[in-house]
């Protein structure tokens, strides 16, 4: 594709580098430079052969990008996305939107004053799976939607703790896992009313949670319960069930349970189950393969979007204020694990 739209990656850790190997695949899309504050990036730089800077102010001052994608710890966001939207360049910015909500709407403001469009990083929006089951669902083949249940069950080695941001609030299982599986049952089932939280740490004995349970009220009447944490040896989440990224070892499980009237649907190893004849526990149950390829490309039909959204073909699937819901929820999560309560989302 001529005219491919140029973009920057600021922050080349874990998720920054994901993104580098996406642009490297997209028809639509190319590296333009890469940022970051540690010098040792620039070995990224020097493989791709762009430019390398230290700061995204020197990006700035140097020869503009067509967007950013901003993948620094979750403190910076609202730093880094506001100086590029100042700029008036399109930001795909990680998710979560922030580490907190003030500075999330701030991001949002700067946003809607500089008309420049804001995406969030749920990349799972983008895959193909996630969008059979919208369809299921909201065509009505599962009936009334009655209940959910969500498994985020991994382990998560030594090394992944090295970095300290991660042993600190809003770097475990919560910020960093749970959100995806926010916005994913939310954009799947409707608005989430109120939340009921448990944590707990006793494994890891970290300040930030290992493990969590959490249940949902839908303004739908629909109740979800998600269970999370990084410190069980299991196949059941979605990052080892979807084959999104090859840096995990696949399994053929689902981690999504979701159940209605007339019948029900698991994903990503997707199937829908019903009766035939009449709805009955008494009667047999069949299950439909819903044959649909895992997606690998999630990341790079991303970039893709951002490249569509940049040259006006799109608008953001997944907007900033989508972000700034998935945080509220997290924030009525956050705070119910201290009483128990269930806490209602603004
Ligand atoms: N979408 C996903 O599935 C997914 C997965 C993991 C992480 N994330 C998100 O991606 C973001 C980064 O997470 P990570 O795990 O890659 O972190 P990381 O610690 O591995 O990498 C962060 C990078 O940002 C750089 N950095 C820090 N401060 C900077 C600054 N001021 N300017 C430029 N660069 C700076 C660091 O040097 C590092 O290279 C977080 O918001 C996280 O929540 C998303």
Not at 29 to 57: G, M
Not at 291 to 317: E, Y
Request: glycine share 6%; with cysteine; proline share 4%.
């Amino acid at each position: 594709m001529k005219n491919k739209i140029k973009i920057a990656v600021v922050g080349i850790g874990l998720m920054g580098s994901q993104h580098l190997k996406a642009l490297r695949v997209s028809k639509k899309a190319k590296l333009h430079s890469v940022v970051d504050v540690n010098k040792n990036s620039i070995i990224h730089a020097k493989k791709f052969k762009v430019p390398f800077y230290k700061s995204s102010t020197e990006l700035l001052s140097n020869n503009k990008p067509d967007a950013v994608i901003v993948a620094t710890p979750n403190q910076f966001h609202e730093k880094h996305t506001i100086s590029f939207l100042d700029a008036k360049i399109p930001v795909l910015l990680e998710k979560p939107i922030s580490d907190n909500i003030s500075k999330a709407k701030k991001i949002i403001q700067s946003s809607k004053k500089n008309k420049t469009h804001l995406l969030i990083g749920y990349h799972r929006r983008h895959n193909s799976i996630v969008t059979k089951v919208k369809k299921q669902i909201d065509s009505g083949n599962l009936g009334k939607i009655v209940a959910a249940n969500v498994m985020c069950w991994l382990y998560k080695n030594k090394d992944w703790y090295k970095e300290k941001w991660r042993i600190k609030k809003g770097g475990g299982p919560l910020g960093i896992n749970l959100v995806h599986d926010i916005d994913l049952i939310c954009y799947l089932l409707g608005p989430i009313t109120h939340v009921q939280a448990t944590t707990s740490n006793k494994i890891r004995k970290y300040e930030v949670e290992d493990t969590a349970i959490v249940n949902f009220s839908f303004r739908s009447g629909a109740l979800c319960t998600l269970s999370v944490s990084d410190t069980i040896v299991a196949p059941y989440s979605y990052e080892l069930t979807a084959g999104e990224n090859p840096a995990y070892p696949i399994t053929n499980q689902s981690a999504y349970f979701i159940g209605g009237t007339k019948g029900s649907i698991q994903f990503p190893n997707l199937k829908h189950w019903y009766n035939k004849g009449e709805r009955s526990w008494w009667k047999p149950i069949f299950h439909k393969d819903l044959n649909i390829r895992l997606s690998r490309f999630t990341l790079i039909n991303q970039i893709d979007h951002l490249c569509d959204v940049v040259s006006g073909k799109a608008k953001p699937k997944v907007s900033g204020n989508d972000g700034l819901q998935s945080l509220k929820i997290f924030d009525a999560i956050l705070r119910s694990t201290k009483t128990g309560k269930k806490i209602k989302v603004n």
